[in-house]
């Protein structure tokens, strides 16, 4: 019989699932809104991935309040996983690595330097989607992630973004003059409201500039010659678009990696931590 394990990460504003057959993804899935980690909420999960609770060899939990699930849900292991190594498994497997800066951008931002089948926190930023979207909410009444790429994409950053032109008339070492000096700096002289794309649009830079660069720095402190990124914020296509504008101002190489499926890694690694376990037979 196969290994079948599912894998559960609660968190902020999705709780992402992975079917993990034999350490390979088999399938994943995610609820919206349904809080942190609770015995109905764990049920929740494993009633929508519609997988049978009987035919599992074990239920791999982490995320918010995971430590407060019971150790079996109808005689099922529940192996609760630390979120920090979760991460850093899946990321790999994902990237198809045997190390790297890990980088979780999610509601917040997660930042783990992972080798082989180990991982630890590193350091991180509240600049996630969470700001993404609260901002967008503040600023411009939406909060739908979809309806803020789509009006994003319409706009231009620099409608609301002070560039190095702006402030000093020129590039400076290897940026172009084009580069952000200063997020949404430009709203202070200008004389009407800026667009609602603009807006859209420099709020996507702000929050991927934060995210891109304090991983490029975090990765060269690690020693890590490699960043990957992970998490639901990435499915958005003007994120990646002003993450890939700091790679090339910073001429990153290698580029870092966004997996096919990078939203569900975090669960996808905890199943994996639970099925590596159960080879080394320390799942009882």
């Known amino acids: 019989m196969s290994d079948l394990y599912l894998g559960v990460d609660f968190g902020l504003s999705n709780t992402d699932i992975a079917l993990v057959q034999d350490g390979e993804l088999q399938g994943h899935w995610s609820l919206h809104g349904v809080g942190p980690a609770r015995l109905e909420t764990l049920w929740q999960a494993v009633q929508w991935s519609g997988v049978r609770l009987e035919g599992l060899k074990g239920l791999a939990t982490t995320g918010g309040l995971y430590r407060t699930l019971p150790e079996v849900l109808e005689g099922i292991p529940v192996v609760k996983v630390g979120e920090a190594q979760a991460l850093g498994r899946g990321g790999l497997a994902m990237a198809g690595l045997s190390q790297a800066l890990v980088v979780s951008a999610g509601t917040g931002s997660a930042m783990v330097v992972a080798r082989n089948q180990t991982a630890h926190h590193f350091t991180g930023s509240a600049v996630g989607g969470g700001t993404l979207l609260g901002l967008a909410k503040l600023l411009l009444g939406i909060s739908d992630p979809l309806e803020l790429a789509r009006l994003a994409e319409q706009g231009d950053p620099g409608g609301v973004d002070s560039t190095l032109w702006d402030v000093i008339g020129s590039g400076i070492g290897h940026l172009p003059a084009s580069a952000t000096a200063v997020n949404f700096g430009r709203i202070l002289s200008l004389s009407e409201p800026p667009k609602r794309e603009d807006i859209a649009a420099g709020l996507v830079t702000l929050v991927a500039q934060v995210i891109g660069m304090i991983s490029l720095n975090a990765a060269k402190a690690a020693g890590m010659p490699q960043i990957v990124i992970v998490g639901h914020l990435p499915d958005l296509a003007p994120i990646r678009a002003a993450f890939e ?40």
Do not use: H, N
Not at 252 to 263: L, T
Not at 264 to 283: C, M, P, S
């Open 245 to 284: 504008r700091v790679w090339q101002f910073y001429s990153v190489e290698p580029r870092p990696i966004i997996p096919e499926r990078s939203g569900w890694a975090t669960a996808f690694g905890a199943a994996l931590e639970a099925w590596g376990k159960e080879q080394r037979g320390t799942i009882s």
